[in-house]
């Protein structure tokens, strides 16, 4: 099995393959997937206290809080 990691800022990575979607944190629908995941114990902040900028949605149910722009980790995931 290839398994390919996309890095989401500050040394941390992603396994591309159980990565369903990444997306801006802005809308309301994405803030309350947000408030869901923390309540759960789903959440995982990779931003070391910096602003989000995207928010990553895995098959797992999980959900990454990232630094990085949702366009840069597009292609840092098409170049993968």
């Avoid at 099995?1 to 309301?28: D, Q, W, Y």
């Avoid at 994405?30 to 995207?54: P, V, W």
């Avoid at 797992?60 to 366009?71: C, E, I, N, Y």
């Amino acid at each position: 099995m290839n398994m390919k990691l996309i890095n989401i800022g500050f040394g941390n990575t992603v396994s591309a393959n159980r990565i369903i979607a990444i997306v801006s944190p802005e809308s309301a629908p994405i803030k309350r997937l947000i408030q869901e995941a923390r309540d759960s114990l789903h959440l995982i902040d990779a931003t070391y206290g910096r602003r989000t900028r995207a928010v990553i949605i895995t098959d797992s149910g999980h959900v990454v809080l990232s630094a990085v722009q949702p366009d840069t980790m597009s292609h840092r995931f098409e170049e993968e």
